[in-house]
């Protein structure tokens, strides 16, 4: 049970995909303007990236594997994470159109976000089970949803401030990023 927890907290505060790792940096910086954007796409991702762990696992470890196909792992994981996202993104336009059109490009850019992807390959290459996998895949876009939340907290917070005009814009955003990240690089000594 100890082992499971570390895996979720490892994959949300220790090796945090975007501030540690920085996977899916494009999302992350380009949906962080809004708190709803953030938090909408935070629970997408969430979604995707756990469900993806585990259908991922379950292909990989029952298919791949035992028929030596473990070359096609990279395009099979894609093609997993696409459907999802489809299914996703046909669910948000469905049942909430305003954050359908506030995610924008971002909802289908889940498909190529190689953090999804990433956690998929790194739950292979960990050789996790099948509820590894999952609560991997949890910590990790919990991990995510943490990191966009809280820049698009920040980002709020910058805008009604004052700055020079050299810092305005994307530099004051990456300056906040890489602050973040050095924050978060305290959480490295954690142990149980």
Excluded: W
């Excluded at 336009?93 to 924008?104: D, F, I, R």
């Amino acid at each position: 049970m100890k082992s499971l927890i570390l895996i979720m907290i490892s994959g949300a505060l220790i090796n945090n995909v975007v501030l540690n790792q920085f996977l899916g940096i494009c999302s992350f910086l380009g949906v962080s303007k809004q708190m709803k954007a953030s938090a909408s796409l935070g629970g997408a991702v969430i979604f995707v990236m756990t469900i993806a762990s585990a259908v991922a696992s379950l292909l990989y470890n029952y298919v791949l594997a035992p028929f030596g196909l473990d070359f096609m792992k990279t395009i099979v994981f894609i093609l997993v994470i696409a459907a999802l996202v489809q299914i996703v993104e046909m669910f948000l336009k469905k049942k909430s159109p305003a954050v359908y059109q506030a995610l924008g490009i971002y909802l289908p850019l889940i498909t190529t976000n190689c953090a999804v992807l990433g956690i998929a390959l790194t739950n292979v290459q960990n050789e996790y089970n099948f509820i590894q996998s999952v609560l991997a895949g949890f910590g990790t876009a919990v991990g995510f949803t943490l990191a966009i939340v809280l820049l698009a907290g920040i980002r709020s917070r910058i805008h009604e401030e004052d700055l020079p005009r050299p810092v305005r814009g994307a530099p004051i955003v990456l300056i906040s990023a890489a602050l973040m990240s050095i924050a978060f690089m305290g959480f490295s000594g954690l142990s149980f």
